[in-house]
């Protein structure tokens, strides 16, 4: 259930992007994006990995951003929402990148 509702927040959210930053859209992505990270995690885990101490400016940025979609300001709210999106998750992005330059040894893929 989680990874559904995950799956279809991200899609309302790059639909509404699409679609000249529909503030609906993108209010229902955000809504459906935080459900289900608490689906998939948990409301403790999800509770203490946006309110560490080290995270509390990247965590008001991007839940400011998901209120100030929700105030119908969309392109001011996603702008936050990015900024907050990066400092929460700057830890994870060399691990990211890591495994996306590990996709050139499969020998299907390093063909392409």
């Known amino acids: 259930i989680g990874?559904?509702?995950?799956?279809?927040?991200?899609?309302?959210?790059?639909?509404?992007?699409?679609?000249?930053f529909d503030s609906v859209l993108l209010a229902f992505g955000n809504i459906l994006f935080l459900?289900?990270?608490v689906f998939i995690i948990g409301f403790r885990r999800t509770f203490t990995f946006f309110f560490q101490r080290p995270k509390l400016k990247g965590t008001s940025f991007f839940l400011g951003g998901v209120l100030v979609v929700l105030m119908r300001w969309p392109l001011l709210g996603m702008l936050l929402e990015a900024y907050g999106f990066v400092i929460l998750f700057r830890s994870f992005f060399p691990v990211a990148f890591g495994f996306l330059g590990s996709l050139a040894n499969?020998?299907?893929?390093?063909?392409?």
Do not use: D, N, T
């Not at 990874?3 to 000249?20: E, H, N, S, T």
């Not at 499969?106 to 063909?111: A, D, E, R, V």
């Open 3 to 20: 990874v559904g509702l995950v799956g279809f927040g991200l899609f309302f959210v790059l639909f509404g992007m699409l679609l000249y």
């Open 35 to 37: 459900s289900g990270l």
């Open 106 to 112: 499969i020998p299907l893929l390093s063909k392409v």
